[in-house]
T-cell receptor, first 116, second 113 residues
Framework: GAVVSQHPSWVICKSGTSVKIECRSL??????MFWYRQFPKQSLMLMAT?????????EQGVEKDKFLINHASLTLSTLTVTSAHPEDSSFYIC????????????FGPGTRLTVT | AQSVTQLDSQVPVFEEAPVELRCNYS??????LFWYVQYPNQGLQLLLK??????LVKGINGFEAEFNKSQTSFHLRKPSVHISDTAEYFC???????????FGKGTHLIIQP
């Protein structure tokens, strides 16, 4: 199988601080990783596409200076929420795509962020 | 841009009964279609996908879906559900393999004994 992990699974931070979320592909190399955000009772919204060794591509309306994405290796992408505010509280989910795969994305279990 | 509509936020079904979860999409280009399932406290798992070819797609756990281009639909069906099928089901589309997914709001399938 293809396993994707996220760390931490749950984090609480104070308003104004930054928090980093890690996404790792455990048993395959992922040239492309995606970050999604899910609000309660709503669908997942694509935030950005991250390709190894290059800058992330952000969806319209997503602040790239606030949500910093780094894809430094083929198995790790990080999302840093800078100067977090209560409205950033959400469920953040990453996915990873294998090279030359049949368009399938493998999802991590998600990270619950609560900003107080 | 694409969009996905899952009309039913919640579907209660008795165990061993058939179920259909509806999904409609809109897109100005050809799309690839997916159904994902999310069990409590777990990541999304791919049930099935339509890329091209036969419009009837079979997936894991006895699920199948039919792509209907004229009705822009990709409804998910299972002839007989089990308690273990209780989960959130998401329909998603993608315009290309390198693109992210556009998801519907999800349908909570509730299996009643």
């Amino acid at each position: 199988g293809a396993v994707v992990s996220q760390h931490p699974s749950w984090v609480i931070c104070k308003s104004g601080t930054s928090v980093k979320i890690e996404c790792r592909s455990l048993d395959f190399q992922a040239t492309t990783m995606f970050w999604y955000r899910q609000f309660p009772k709503q669908s997942l919204m694509l935030m950005a596409t991250s390709n190894e060794g290059s800058k992330a591509t952000y969806e319209q309306g997503v602040e790239k200076d606030k949500f910093l994405i780094n894809h430094a290796s083929l198995t790790l992408s990080t999302l840093t929420v800078t100067s977090a505010h209560p409205e950033d509280s959400s469920f953040y989910i990453c996915s990873a795509r294998r090279p030359r795969s049949s368009y399938e994305q493998y999802f991590g279990p998600g990270t619950r962020l609560t900003v107080t | 841009a694409q969009s996905v509509t899952q009309l039913d936020s919640q579907v209660p079904v008795f165990e061993e009964a058939p179920v259909e979860l509806r999904c409609n999409y809109s897109s100005s280009v050809s799309v690839y279609l997916f159904w994902y399932v999310q069990y409590p406290n777990q990541g999304l798992q791919l049930l099935l996908k339509y890329l091209s070819g036969s419009t009837l797609v079979k997936g894991i756990n006895g699920f199948e879906a039919e792509f209907n281009k004229s009705q822009t639909s990709f409804h998910l069906r299972k002839p007989s559900v089990h308690i273990s099928d209780t989960a959130e089901y998401f329909c998603a589309v993608s315009a290309g393999g390198a693109d992210g997914l556009t998801f519907g709001k999800g349908t909570h399938l509730i299996i009643q004994p």
